[in-house]
């Protein structure tokens, strides 16, 4: 009997027309490293009592599907999920295309997920799908990936797929050698690492349901938050920092004019940092920065992803 592995494992994406219904074509194949993305309903003991000191049959809890999945960085899957996130984007030009997504929008898309086992064979069908949270850190090595947080409406289990034959994506990573980061469109040096986290605060709503599902998940004030430490060099963070002032930080990955992704705040805040002296190695300082609405553009965020993709509509 085959045991599931998962370097066989495969994950499969479709944006649904109906909340909380699988579409019956169009599923991409997602590359992914990791998911925890999945349905759990505990057990809640017993509380009566007059029965003895053996307890009675414990009661099924409301059932919960989210979870994580770790996704790499790409020029063309990376947008799929970009669009969970923002909702779908403008597209110009002809060859490469130019994709901008922007937040602040009121309706964001639902999808389907399924992740397969086909030794077992099992096959999770996850719908009603939507993206909570994207983050991911920029550093100078390593493997470049964003954790994307996923609220369900709930999980289906089936033996064949339900995802038919997925759309295979031609696969091509940024890595952190690609990078880059620019402070009102100045390159900012001493960057050791930064942080960057966009959460859309979605809100479950559990109303009373014969199937035990969720009706949606609304999404609220949307969040973006990060955090930069840099070599201790000059005084231009801490100087905006204590003048209340915000900036423009731009996060990008390139390779080459037809490939490449900016992501944008608007208006950064920084808060004053505690500036230590820990030996006589270099000094750092660390900034947990908060983004808001900006003045021109007049929104938190704006991503630019240029590839071949036609659309991502």
Same mark, same amino acid.
Do not use: H, N
């Given at each position: 009997m085959a045991r599931a592995q998962g370097a066989r494992a495969q994950m499969a994406?479709?944006? $649904?027309?109906?909340?909380?219904?699988?579409?019956?074509?169009?599923?991409?194949?997602?590359?992914?490293? %990791?998911? =925890?993305? +999945?349905?759990?309903?505990?057990?809640?003991?017993?509380?009566?009592? +007059?029965?003895?000191?053996?307890?009675?049959?414990?009661?099924?809890?409301?059932?919960?599907?989210? +979870?994580?999945? =770790?996704?790499?960085?790409?020029?063309?899957?990376?947008?799929?999920w970009l669009k969970a996130a923002f909702g779908a984007p403008a597209t110009s030009g002809t060859t490469p295309k130019t994709h901008s997504f922007t937040s +602040? =929008?009121?309706?964001?898309?639902?999808? =389907?997920? $399924?992740?397969?086992?086909? $030794?077992?064979?099992?096959?999770?069908?996850? %719908?009603?799908?939507?993206?909570d949270q994207l983050s991911w850190t920029m550093q100078r090595s390593g493997l470049l990936t964003a954790t994307a947080k996923i609220i369900a409406q709930g999980e289906t289990i089936a033996t064949a797929s339900g995802a038919g034959t997925p759309t295979a994506i031609a696969l091509q990573r940024f890595g952190h050698f690609n990078g880059s980061i620019k402070r009102n469109g100045t390159a900012l040096g001493h960057v050791v690492s930064a942080e960057i986290s966009y959460a859309n605060n979605l809100e479950r709503v559990e109303t009373i349901r014969a199937d035990g599902k969720i009706d949606g998940a609304d999404p609220a004030m949307a969040a973006l938050t990060g955090k930069i430490d840099v070599r201790f060099a000059d005084s231009a963070l801490v100087t905006q920092a204590i003048d209340g002032a915000p900036c423009e930080l731009e996060f990008s990955y390139s390779l080459g004019a037809s490939a490449s992704l900016s992501f944008t705040a608007h208006a950064v805040y920084l808060p004053r940092p505690r500036i230590e002296i820990q030996g006589p190695q270099g000094i750092q300082a660390s900034f947990d920065w908060q983004a808001a609405k900006g003045t021109t553009p007049a929104r938190l965020c704006t991503i630019v992803l240029t590839n071949s993709v036609a659309s991502y509509a």
């Open positions: 994406l479709a944006f $649904e027309t109906v909340y909380g219904t699988p579409p019956v074509s169009g599923f991409k194949l997602m590359p992914f490293a %990791s998911t =925890s993305l +999945g349905a759990e309903q505990p057990l809640l003991a017993s509380d009566l009592l +007059g029965y003895g000191r053996d307890p009675l049959a414990p009661i099924k809890d409301a059932v919960t599907a989210d +979870g994580d999945i =770790s996704v790499p960085i790409d020029i063309e899957a990376f947008g799929f +602040g =929008s009121w309706a964001l898309p639902s999808f =389907s997920v $399924e992740t397969g086992m086909p $030794e077992v064979p099992r096959y999770a069908m996850y %719908s009603g799908c939507m993206l």
